[in-house]
């Protein structure tokens, strides 16, 4: 009879810690990078609301060692071999290109992505001004990695080259 209590007292503290969890992480949304332009590269990108920010995490493979412009582009629409047909960089507040800290930026300008000398890397960033959902989401658009590095003035994206995977941000 004592093991009772104990078992009703672990699924309460299951059920109270599964609570605080999923009001902690908040809504979130991903994609899955599928290589373009001949490349290899392949990854995922996951995105989630918190604390009046966007938290971008990523995991990707197949990458030339360096840095990789990093973008959420305008269509969810990733189906050319190019990605050409994900278009432009999202651009809610109609900016122009920039460093993402600078007031004048694209919402879908991002930090650059760094590649080890494996051609893999690893990703988080906190953006402000960017949400899941409404005129600033980014559900339903794509999520773009390019060959060259942004530098963050040439306009209208940053010279940043060929685009060498793109995934469709969604609510998994």
């Known amino acids: 009879m004592s093991?009772?209590?104990?078992?009703?007292?672990?699924?309460?503290?299951?059920?109270v810690l599964s609570g605080c969890a999923t009001?902690?992480?908040?809504?979130?949304?991903?994609?899955?990078?599928?290589?373009r332009s001949g490349s290899t590269v392949s990854g995922t990108v996951s995105f989630s609301e918190m604390e009046g920010r966007l938290?971008?995490?990523?995991?990707?493979?197949?990458?030339?060692?360096?840095e990789h412009g990093?973008?959420?582009?305008?269509?969810?629409?990733?189906?050319?071999?190019?990605?050409?047909s994900a278009k432009g960089h999202f651009n809610p507040g109609a900016k122009?290109?920039?460093?993402?800290?600078?007031?004048?930026?694209h919402g879908g300008d991002m930090p650059n992505l760094?590649?080890?000398?494996q051609g893999e890397a690893i990703y988080a960033a906190d953006l402000r001004?960017?949400?899941?959902?409404?005129?600033?989401?980014?559900v339903g658009r794509s999520v773009v990695i390019h060959a060259d590095p942004d530098d963050y003035k040439s306009q209208p994206a940053?010279?940043?080259?060929?685009r060498v995977a793109c995934g469709v941000i969604a609510v998994r």
């Not at 093991?3 to 059920?15: D, G, K, T, V």
């Not at 009001?23 to 290589?35: D, I, N, R």
């Open 3 to 15: 093991l009772r209590p104990a078992i009703a007292l672990s699924a309460l503290s299951i059920a």
């Open 23 to 35: 009001s902690m992480s908040g809504p979130s949304a991903s994609a899955e990078l599928l290589p």
């Open 55 to 66: 938290r971008i995490e990523a995991k990707v493979a197949g990458l030339t060692p360096g």
């Open 70 to 84: 990093f973008h959420v582009h305008e269509a969810g629409d990733c189906s050319a071999p190019d990605a050409s």
């Open 96 to 105: 122009g290109h920039g460093h993402f800290t600078n007031e004048e930026h």
């Open 114 to 117: 760094i590649a080890n000398a």
């Open 129 to 138: 001004g960017l949400t899941l959902s409404g005129a600033t989401g980014v």
């Open 158 to 162: 940053g010279n940043s080259g060929k």
